[in-house]
């Protein structure tokens, strides 16, 4: 969509991807903005006073917490980035050099590059034009003999298609790992997202619902592998036996330092606290903007014609028409927007662009992410979609 004469002459020559971050100042309306709860300075305060600062006591109960609240019970281990849960979740899978994993071309780098740290294959599913997120049909598609696993990505808190994804996991007797660094306290068919799949991952990075700082989660279905999840996580080395005075351990598997510390873990603890009103927050500003962006030509919200799920509400995702148009048209009434996240193959360490994608080839140059966080209101949201409905 676009109206008046005179909208090409005033975008500016750089590319819009290129546009410098805009300043939280005055009357803007930034893109992202982290949420620090209001018994955030306490709480790690309080840690700052103790003789813990890196992984102790905090971190065991953040993890009892987000576990009991998101798994449904189920063991959470805390590391100190999503990517380093996502790698732990990996290496708990089985995954090994050579394995086929199946994962969206559409997502964070974060979901696929530690894949590549195992020396896996990533093999690129294309997504739904609807929600953006991983195709199951053409999953189904790509499985080969030497597929071991299925990552998907509930792109902007919008869950995945779950039972499709799961009936072929059943099936061929993969793994499924789910990626839910934007999806805290979505729902798939009345269960969380963290109660369906052997694995799913949380990001506590800056900007995300609640932060550390920056901080992961990964919530594990078997039991079993906890102990060797908390392994890998320092160094391969079996802390509680060595809290027991037994310090003659010996190494017996590669680990990482990946570990939380109790400073990340108050600030989580924090956000746990105001978590339901963040989210509740977060979701109104989505309808808000879904309500408001009815029937405007050239533009659809992404995921509004789905209802047997709940929205986390991390990202509000549009699809239009002259997408540069409308960013150079929101930039200059002080509205900042983005794509955010781009197709994974076209950086080189993937091996180059993929011409199988149709979908993601289709929706590349139409996506746009628009501001949604717990520092903008309402009236903001109306604001937005004002200056879009009245063209570009």
Not at 217 to 229: H, N
Not at 247 to 275: C, P
């Amino acid at each position: 969509m676009r109206t008046g004469t005179d909208m090409e002459a005033k975008r500016p020559e750089t590319p819009m991807g290129e546009a410098p971050l805009m300043e939280a100042t005055g009357d803007n309306i930034v893109l992202f903005h982290p949420h620090i709860p209001a018994a955030a300075a306490e709480m790690v305060t309080r840690v700052l006073s103790t003789r813990w600062v890196g992984q102790g006591p905090r971190v065991d109960d953040f993890e009892r917490e987000f576990g009991a609240r998101f798994g449904r019970g189920r063991a959470a281990i805390a590391v100190g980035s999503g990517t380093d849960a996502l790698h732990l979740a990996y290496l708990l899978a089985g995954i090994e050099a050579h394995d086929d994993v199946i994962a969206p071309v559409f997502t964070c780098t974060a979901t696929n590059i530690p894949l590549l740290y195992i020396g896996a294959r990533v093999v690129f599913a294309d997504v739904q034009l609807r929600t953006m997120n991983i195709d199951p049909a053409d999953v189904r598609r790509r499985i080969t003999k030497k597929t071991k696993a299925i990552v998907c990505v509930h792109y902007g808190g919008l869950p995945c298609d779950m039972a499709e994804l799961q009936a072929i996991a059943d099936e061929f007797g993969l793994t499924i790992i789910e990626d839910a660094a934007h999806a805290l306290g979505a729902s798939y068919r009345g269960r969380l997202i963290g109660e369906i799949s052997d694995f799913t991952m949380y990001s506590f990075q800056a900007i995300k619902h609640i932060t550390t700082g920056d901080g992961g989660m990964l919530v594990i279905k078997d039991p079993a592998l906890v102990d060797r999840g908390k392994r890998i996580r320092w160094f391969g080395i079996d802390r509680k036996a060595k809290r027991e005075g037994i310090w003659a351990n010996d190494i017996r598997e590669v680990g990482y330092k990946y570990q939380m510390t109790d400073i990340g873990a108050a600030l989580g603890l924090s956000g746990l606290v105001e978590f339901d009103a963040i989210l509740f927050h977060r979701q109104q500003l989505l309808n808000e903007y879904i309500e408001g962006l009815r029937g405007v030509p050239g533009l659809t919200v992404v995921g509004t014609d789905v209802t047997d799920r709940v929205h986390a509400a991390w990202l509000c995702t549009v699809l239009v028409d002259d997408r540069d148009g409308l960013r150079a048209k929101l930039r200059e009434h002080g509205i900042e927007s983005a794509q955010v996240h781009y197709r994974n193959d076209r950086y080189s360490i993937f091996g180059g662009r993929r011409d199988d994608c149709p979908s993601m080839d289709a929706l590349e140059d139409r996506y746009l992410v628009l501001p949604l966080h717990t520092k903008i209101r309402q009236e903001h949201v109306r604001r937005v979609c004002d200056v879009i409905k009245s063209g570009w």
